[in-house]
């Protein structure tokens, strides 16, 4: 059974930073790209970034360049969103997803139950 689970989110003010982890399981993580989603209240689901299965190829969401890095750890199955500079715009659950085609929701087959980030003004 394929699993996984974020965390790392929670409440910071404007301009301070998180680090989101998704740890996985279930699957050979190293063959899988994976990504990063989020969804804020009213709004659709949205590709923020992605690395390929190897960790040498990432994209980004234009709102986020420059502002959050993702990461992967293949010996440890894990994936991270490193987010400085955050802006009370990007509150919303953060998704962890694998196997998928870039920042296409539609694309990926296994999703996490998500994490809340909620940035203060």
């Known amino acids: 059974q394929v699993q996984l689970l974020e965390s790392g989110g929670g409440l910071v003010q404007a301009g301070g930073s998180l680090r989101l982890s998704c740890v996985v399981s279930g699957l050979a993580f190293d063959d899988y790209a994976m990504g990063w989603f989020r969804q804020a209240p009213g709004q659709e689901r949205e590709g923020i970034a992605c690395?390929?299965?190897?960790?040498?190829?990432?994209k980004y969401e234009d709102s986020v360049k420059g502002r959050f890095t993702v990461s992967r750890d293949n010996a440890a199955n894990r994936l991270y969103l490193q987010m400085d500079s955050l802006k009370p715009d990007d509150t919303a659950m953060y998704y962890c997803a694998a196997d998928g085609i870039r920042l296409s929701r539609a694309t990926y087959d296994y999703w996490g139950q998500g994490t809340q980030v909620t940035v203060s003004s």
């Open positions: 690395i390929s299965a190897s960790g040498g190829s990432t």
